[in-house]
């Protein structure tokens, strides 16, 4: 079982940038068709300043977190891990160019099965470059226990 002590714990802050290629790969891997995440013309005509991000591409954003230490930490092994999911919030646009810093930290750990399975529940705040907030990601790992 994963230690509750590490509840609260903050992960190293992280900074992406949403690359316009990016952005529409993503679009189009999820089947997007709306021509304001595809097509910069398209956007501005909508009144948007660039492409905006797809609804859920923060998360894939979150994959490029440089450091995984934060795993070993809490004695997580890869191969035992799945995706439990994932939730998001949003107050703001985020735009292709924008710089988004996460703030993470560990929100709650529980245990389910007697024990055989772990649930990290992850929370990250995302600002942009001008350190708005642009939206509240909640995501959870599971960890099966060995």
């Not at 316009?20 to 304001?36: D, M, V």
């Not at 910069?40 to 977190?65: K, N, Y």
């Not at 995984?68 to 191969?79: C, F």
Request: hydrophobic share 40%.
């Amino acid at each position: 079982m994963i230690d509750k002590q590490h509840i609260g714990m903050q992960l190293p802050v992280f900074r992406a940038t949403a690359e316009a290629g990016q952005l529409r790969f993503f679009a189009k891997s999820i089947g997007e068709t709306n021509p304001i995440y595809l097509d910069e013309s398209a956007a501005r005509d909508a009144g948007h300043p660039g492409l905006p991000l797809p609804p859920t591409f923060l998360f894939s954003l979150e994959f490029q977190i440089p450091s995984n230490a934060w795993r070993e930490t809490l004695g997580i092994v890869t191969s035992r891990i799945l995706h439990g999911e994932e939730s998001f919030s949003y107050h703001r646009m985020a735009y292709a160019g924008d710089t988004l810093q996460f703030e993470t930290h560990i929100a709650d750990i529980y245990d389910k099965k007697g024990g055989a399975l772990s649930f990290v529940v992850r929370a990250s705040r995302v600002t942009n470059q001008r350190g708005e907030h642009v939206a509240d990601l909640r995501s959870i790992l599971v960890h099966k226990n060995a």
